[in-house]
């Protein structure tokens, strides 16, 4: 179930009496509760010149608790239509639970105690929200859910944005018991949100987990899988010549360029004097091989073997540019 922490700064015990209350109402629906109160920056001289009574026996919080909570409630009372010094020293302290977002997606929500029927109880709220708002908080407000609310024959305290009492100027006004009761309200209706919000996750978790090991188990695992090498292609120069493209216009040259590259020797070359004879008869044949040679060299280079290598190259520069750009 999930965890709320109620916290409050109560002076003369009327915002505690309040948060009994609300503790009450969260506990019938099953939730865990635990109550805190903010550390005092007031001094004991000056605490004994208000007539302040001895604080309630409940533990301090600390800004590091705030990470063990699902939601909260604050308990504070109004100082001039907004929350007390000793609030505001807690919240100003979890600067780095907000550069963390470590409260980001709780709730929380608000209940008051003034002096007067106009003492501030929704403004207080007002000053509130900028808190809840940077650190995430899903403020939850209590709305119209008690007919208390309505009754206008009497004084009573509280607003849509949660239960609140009427204490007067000197404290002397105790919370009466529709406004204990509009406490308790706020108090189950946080309870029902939250643990419908928790179980709507819970659902959740389980419903991806149970995806998931369908999933695993409707994907086969063959451990017996043989992958076999492709064999091995060797592409001779007669081969390459006749896939080759036709990148050129000379025809007879792509039939007569592997015959000048497969035959290194130039003694082969001596059947065609027929070539050489009109350029030089006087000279010895040796001279004739030499020319034929040279001749033949050039011949070779528009081959479909080097005009077929450049041309990959060509697209692998080309990927290349693709790729950086």
Not at 40 to 63: M, Q
Not at 165 to 194: C, H, M, W, Y
Not at 225 to 249: C, F, L, S
Request: hydrophobic residues 40%.
């Amino acid at each position: 179930m999930p965890t709320v922490y109620i916290i409050i700064y109560s002076l003369y015990h009327h915002i505690y009496k309040i948060a009994k209350n609300v503790q009450k109402g969260l506990e019938a629906e099953g939730v865990t509760v635990k109550l805190f109160q903010v550390p005092e920056t007031l001094s004991d001289e000056i605490l004994e010149k208000l007539h302040a009574p001895p604080k309630p026996d409940i533990p301090v919080i600390t800004v590091d608790a705030l990470t063990e909570a699902d939601a909260f409630l604050f308990g504070v009372p109004t100082r001039f239509g907004t929350f007390p010094s000793q609030i505001k020293s807690f919240l100003d302290a979890t600067g780095a639970l907000w550069a963390t977002g470590a409260l980001s997606g709780k709730f929380a929500g608000t209940f008051f105690s003034t002096a007067s029927q106009h003492g501030g109880q929704e403004t207080t709220a007002y000053t509130m929200m900028t808190y809840f708002a940077h650190h995430g908080l899903n403020y939850v407000p209590l709305g119209f859910a008690n007919s208390n609310l309505f009754d206008n024959t009497e004084v009573v305290g509280g607003s849509a944005w949660g239960a609140g009492t009427v204490a007067n100027g000197d404290g002397s006004r105790e919370p009466t018991e529709k406004e204990l009761e509009i406490a308790t309200t706020q108090g189950e209706n946080f309870g029902k949100l939250l643990s419908a919000y928790h179980r709507g996750l819970d659902a959740a978790v389980d419903q991806t987990e149970e995806v998931v090991a369908t999933n695993v188990e409707e994907v086969p695992v063959k451990d017996d899988v043989v992958i076999e090498e492709a064999p091995a292609v060797v592409i001779t120069t007669t081969d390459a010549a006749a896939t080759a493209p036709d990148t050129t216009t000379d025809a007879p040259v792509v039939v007569e360029a592997p015959v000048v590259v497969e035959e290194p020797s130039v003694k082969q070359t001596e059947p065609a004097p027929a070539i050489v004879e009109p350029k030089s008869e006087s000279k010895p044949n040796v001279e004739e091989k030499k020319p034929v040679t040279e001749e033949k060299k050039p011949a070779a280079a528009p081959a479909p073997k080097p005009a077929a290598k450049p041309t990959p190259k060509k697209e692998e520069k080309k990927e290349s540019k693709c790729f950086c750009m």
